[in-house]
């Protein structure tokens, strides 16, 4: 059983701090990963892809990959309490018909 | 770029009658998307993977004779809830898959449905 794990939170960080997410995935054969945001009654939004070792930085926010620890990653830089929201992490394989395992997210909250 | 739509936001019904709900891709071709429910203060469920003139795969548990989904063109995907029933109450959501890219999915805006 494919498996993406994530701590449910509630993660609590000051405005202009650096919020620490993180995701652990079972499946060696994982190549694509993805950071998702989903606000309380909304659809959730690609934030971050990432598909190779190390790191990618998008204005605010830094994906992170280690696959040899099977870990991925997502910080956020001066933190806002816009951010304040349930980040989803989803792995993908080549022969998983395409489809994304999705971890059950972690809540942060970002505190003015 | 990667918009996805859907129709309608919010729909109520009574017991027993059917809803479809529509998914377009506005600004590419979609041959994949995918069909999932959330339920309150829980995690995404995929219920079923929506090929472009193929038949859909359903995920374990997910009953295809009520839960109809059809996918005639690259750009729209179309999913019936058949002979609803209160617990069908939900927040269903569309994703799409860019033709060609590396498995990432774009959501639409989900549809709120309340079987009364």
């Known amino acids: 059983q494919k498996e993406v794990e994530q701590n449910s939170g509630p993660l609590s960080v000051p405005e202009g701090a650096i919020a620490s997410l993180n995701c652990t995935y079972s499946?060696?054969?994982?190549?694509?990963f993805f950071w998702y945001r989903q606000y309380s009654g909304k659809s959730p939004e690609l934030i971050m892809s990432?598909?190779s070792n190390g790191d990618k930085e998008d204005g605010r926010f830094t994906a992170q990959l280690n696959k040899a620890s099977q870990y991925v990653s997502l910080l956020i830089r001066d933190s806002q309490p816009s951010d304040s929201a349930t980040y989803l992490c989803?792995?993908?394989?080549?022969?998983?018909?395409?489809?994304?395992?999705w971890g059950l997210g972690t809540s942060l909250a970002v505190n003015p | 770029g990667a918009v996805v739509s859907q129709h309608p936001s919010w729909v109520i019904c009574k017991s027993g009658t059917s809803v479809k709900i529509e998914c377009r891709s506005l600004?590419?071709?979609?041959?994949?998307m995918f069909w999932y429910r959330q339920f309150p203060k829980q995690s995404l469920m995929l219920m079923a993977t929506?090929?472009?003139?193929?038949?859909?795969?359903?995920e374990q548990g997910v009953e295809k004779d009520k839960f109809l989904i059809n996918h005639a063109s690259l750009t729209l995907s179309t999913l019936t809830v058949t002979s609803a029933h209160p617990e069908d109450s939900s927040f269903y959501i569309c994703?799409?898959?860019?033709?060609?890219?590396?498995?990432?999915?774009?959501f639409g805006p989900g549809t709120r449905l309340t079987v009364t």
């Open positions: 600004d590419f071709q979609a041959t994949t």
């Open positions: 994703s799409a898959r860019i033709a060609g890219s590396r498995h990432e999915q774009y």
């Open positions: 929506s090929n472009e003139g193929s038949k859909a795969t359903y």
């Open positions: 989803a792995v993908s394989s080549a022969g998983n018909n395409r489809k994304l395992i």
């Open positions: 499946d060696r054969g994982s190549q694509s």
């Open positions: 990432i598909y």
